[in-house]
């Protein structure tokens, strides 16, 4: 999303990056056309203070917590700044974290964004957008032909809607990921053939399906840095298993998934990528 703001958004200065590892942000910037596109802030309160428009992109609820809590710190204050915040979290940690920062004198947008690292990479994401119309259109700018190829706005409904349809479409990722494993597993054990599999995903299902496909078959999963590690799916579907329950909804699918994730995440660690690996977790379970 950084190299596509950079690259894209005509901006008035460098934009300025905090990350946890400096020597990604060292790599970044070098690979952006150095400080005079991507300033390194040494940390977070440094980052919020030189900056109108702050971006945060984390792991989890706590993580951002966090965070916006030390940027809400800093010395100059935060009257005027509005937070967009892309990370994947609960509702209730959303509307509670945009009504900090408004009580704080900025302004807060969610905007969770849909897309895998390849998409984010090419400006490719699926951003949702929610909280106040004025809030939602100064984000806007940096949405279509920027970051995505398309925006979902939710403007003037609370924050914490943007991040309930994150989490709910998350489920769709993770039914179809158990539902391809299945079919995969399903078509090795009767002969049919993961390649006609793949052929049938192809003509009927393209895009995400036959994507995630490819990924089972090809072994793209062994990979150092995953796609969708399992600790972020895992957080997910407990995420969406808790908000179900709180509304009487039995989401058992997302159930199903989230054993296997649990197996997965004793084989793999937290970090094992998502998609073949429960699809291996399946063929051994299914064998005669």
């Known amino acids: 999303m950084v190299k596509n703001i950079v690259a894209k958004a005509n901006l008035e200065a460098s934009l300025i990056i905090f990350n946890r590892s400096v020597e990604r942000s060292e790599v970044l910037q070098a690979s952006l056309g150095g400080p005079d596109k991507l300033s390194i802030a040494d940390s977070i309160e440094g980052a919020v203070s030189q900056s109108d428009i702050i971006f945060t992109s984390l792991a989890g609820d706590a993580s951002v917590v966090e965070v916006i ?7 100059n204050g935060v009257k ?26 900025g302004e807060f947008v969610a905007a969770p964004v849909f897309g895998a690292p390849a998409m984010a990479d090419n400006g490719k994401l699926v951003v949702v957008l929610a909280g106040c119309s004025a809030a939602v259109d100064r984000v806007i700018p940096y949405c279509n032909g920027i970051i995505g190829r398309a925006t979902i706005d939710l403007r003037d409904r609370e924050p914490g809607t943007a991040t309930l349809l994150k989490v709910t479409g998350n489920t769709f990722v993770l039914s179809m990921v158990e539902a391809l494993a299945e079919g995969h597993v399903f078509a090795e054990k009767t002969g049919l053939g993961p390649d006609v599999l793949h052929t049938f995903l192809e003509a009927m299902f393209p895009g995400p399906f036959a994507a995630y496909s490819t ?32 509304v009487g909804v039995d989401l058992q699918i997302v159930k199903v998934a989230r054993a296997h994730l649990e197996e997965l995440e004793k084989e793999a660690g937290p970090t094992g990528d998502l998609p073949g690996r429960v699809y291996r977790i399946l063929s051994s379970s299914y064998r005669p």
């Open 69 to 75: 809590d030390k940027a809400l710190g800093c010395p």
């Open 80 to 105: 005027g700044k509005l937070f967009v915040e892309t990370s994947t979290i609960l509702p209730n940690t959303t509307n509670t974290l945009a009504e900090k920062v408004r009580c704080a004198g």
């Open 215 to 246: 990924r089972m078959m090809g072994g793209d999963y062994m990979r150092e840095q995953p796609l969708f590690s399992v600790d972020l799916a895992r957080k997910d579907a407990n995420h969406a298993v808790n908000l179900a329950d709180e």
